[in-house]
């Protein structure tokens, strides 16, 4: 792969789902399906909305340690990123990533108490494509 960024970048971008991983109070992963990440700065950083009350983000509050990845089932190619995980709150990162209509998931708007970001900082990944994969850091 000449250009990881370009072409991983590019993939995640056509990808409507994403998967974000947390490690469980046990040690053990758990996964969950996202909408695709809002905001994206080249394959290093990944925002994405969720429940200030949400289980993920008590886990990713008590372990940083996260990975996230991303499928196409037509072509069987993914990637997997490595790296931690933020719950943010301040407004101008809830700013950042609000979209007119998520009033449907955060009733008091931009404001809620209930909505936060989570930014997931990639470190390192591997992606698959064509039956073959390939490492890759992030710097």
Sequence with gaps: ?????KTIGNFIDKQRTGFIASVDENGFPNMKAMFA????NGIKEFYFTTNTS?????????DAKA????????????????????????????ELIWREGDTMYYKEGVTDP????????????RYYSNFSSQEFVIE
């Design 1 to 5: 792969m000449r250009d990881p960024e």
């Design 37 to 40: 990440p809002r905001v994206r």
């Design 54 to 62: 949400s289980m993920r983000v008590q886990q990713y509050s008590r």
């Design 67 to 94: 990975s996230i990845y991303f499928f196409d089932n037509r072509f069987y190619t993914g990637v997997m990123l490595r790296g931690t995980m933020e719950v943010l709150t301040d407004a101008a990162s809830k």
């Design 114 to 125: 209930d909505y936060c970001v989570l930014r997931f900082t990639a470190s390192s990944g």
